[in-house]
């Protein structure tokens, strides 16, 4: 007996074994994950070896580090989320990562069962955030401009990721033809005026879509829309209040990784000593004495726990702009 949600890609199951076809993501460090599709007598090869399938296959379970066949090295085995899906991605385009999803997922208020529309789909990051925040009830209609970005975009929502039923791709221009959609082959009505809880922009000119958002939204309904230049971002506040939005405002997110690390006081006196601090130096020359200097003398000795920042963080990535329809 196991418990799902209609997603497979958010499937629970009690039975936490990996099963032939499941998709898995393979964490070799924090920079590198990758998509894989149990197969038997499929291996998948890296820097640590081999890692046979049918050794994985009803053997290893979802989260279990597991070791190559020439012990070299060990990867974890994960379940798909949309966090991990966003940083596994073959990029098609240039893609949103967390910090800026998050900002969007918060100031949409996304909830199970509103109706989204996307434009441009590009390789699917937002789109997967988007629909585990709607679903089961909600429906997400992602527009991409390019026909070959639109039909892998469609292979992977309803194939490997298990989203069918809960989004619609549409290859199409959406600045020169807007976001109503019909069904072709029902004639039924998908995307009609004042029918849609949110949109959210991401176009080389934004302000050319605008109007047609303001036609698809439902009154209260809001916008979303991301660029990469201050420029873009001006043209489309622009029309925005002149096509009755308000409360408008435009964010940028930025975000700092810390890791943690062990240091000694020898390495941090030594780091002092290159960079010339005479201060500190001093500081951690003189730690020992006085009363307690045996109990700092154990401390240097053992050193400490420190988070520092990494040197290579993402810096800007875009503005988001925020507007709710009049």
Known sequence: MEATTQSSIYTYKRDNLIKEGDLVFVYESADSIKQITMKR??????KFGQFPHNEIIDQAEFGQKVYSK?????????????????????????ILYTPDISQVLFRLELKPG?????????????????????????????YEFNAVRAEKAREDFEGKLGFKGLVTVTHRDVLSNGFLLKDEESDTILVS???????FLDLPRPQDAVEHAYKVLRKQGRLCNFSPCIEQVQKAVEQMAHVGFYEIRTFETLSRDYITSHLTFE???????????????????????????????????????????????????????????F
Do not use: C
Request: proline fraction near 2%; charge should be positive.
């Open 193 to 199: 005026e004042n029918s849609i809880d949110a949109v």
């Open 114 to 142: 509103l109706r989204v529309v996307e434009s441009g789909t590009g390789s699917g990051s937002l789109s997967t955030s988007i629909i585990r925040q709607i679903l089961p009830q909600g429906h997400l209609f992602t």
């Open 267 to 325: 390495s941090i006196n030594k780091k002092t000593e290159e960079e010339g601090d005479a201060e500190v130096k001093e500081a951690g020359a003189g730690a020992g004495a006085g009363a307690g200097g045996r109990r700092q003398q154990k401390q240097r000795e053992k050193g400490m726990v420190a988070e520092l920042p990494r040197a290579d963080i993402r810096g800007h990535t875009g503005y988001l702009t925020f507007a709710i329809k």
């Open 41 to 46: 007598g499929a291996i998948y090869n890296n």
């Open 70 to 94: 020439q012990m070299k090295g060990w990867v974890y085995m994960l379940r798909p989320t949309s966090h991990v899906y966003t940083n596994s991605l073959a990029q098609r385009t240039q």
